[in-house]
Nanobody
Framework: QVQLVESGGGLVQAGGSLRLSCAASGRTDSGSMGWFRQPPGKEREFVAAIRWSGGPTYYSDSVKGRFTISRDNAKNTVYLQMNSLKPEDTAVYYC??????????????????WGQGTQVTVSS
């Protein structure tokens, strides 16, 4: 069983920054982690992903160059550093765990566990 707890959301002005954290418990070290978001009235969408073992990171086109995903294996924590935030980044952000490192990073169905979500609101 894996539990994921997100933190770090909040209200920020456009152009500002936030860092989200996702603390994972359970057997995740052989797998991968992702961040997704669900804007108001829209479907969930992929944001970023990373393997616990390292290697390339993956981003959606809408956040590439502004967001950075990273991990701290010693703390079993994944981060999402969000810079140059825009009002369209407003959403509930979810972290997710895949129990495999061979997955399709942007495919929500490839993830086995999800956090409860944290709200990010960007004001214009």
């Amino acid at each position: 069983q894996v539990q994921l707890v997100e933190s770090g959301g909040g209200l920020v002005q456009a152009g500002g920054s936030l860092r989200l954290s996702c603390a994972a418990s359970g057997r995740t070290d052989s797998g991968s982690m992702g961040w997704f978001r669900q804007p108001p009235g829209k479907e969930r969408e992929f944001v970023a992903a990373i393997r616990w073992s390292g290697g390339p990171t993956y981003y959606s086109d809408s956040v590439k160059g502004r967001f950075t995903i990273s991990r701290d294996n010693a703390k079993n924590t994944v981060y999402l550093q969000m810079n140059s935030l825009k009002p369209e980044d407003t959403a509930v952000y979810y972290c997710a765990a895949a129990l495999t490192a061979t997955w399709s990073p942007s495919r929500g169905h490839d993830y086995d566990y999800w956090g409860q979500g944290t709200q990010v609101t960007v004001s214009s």
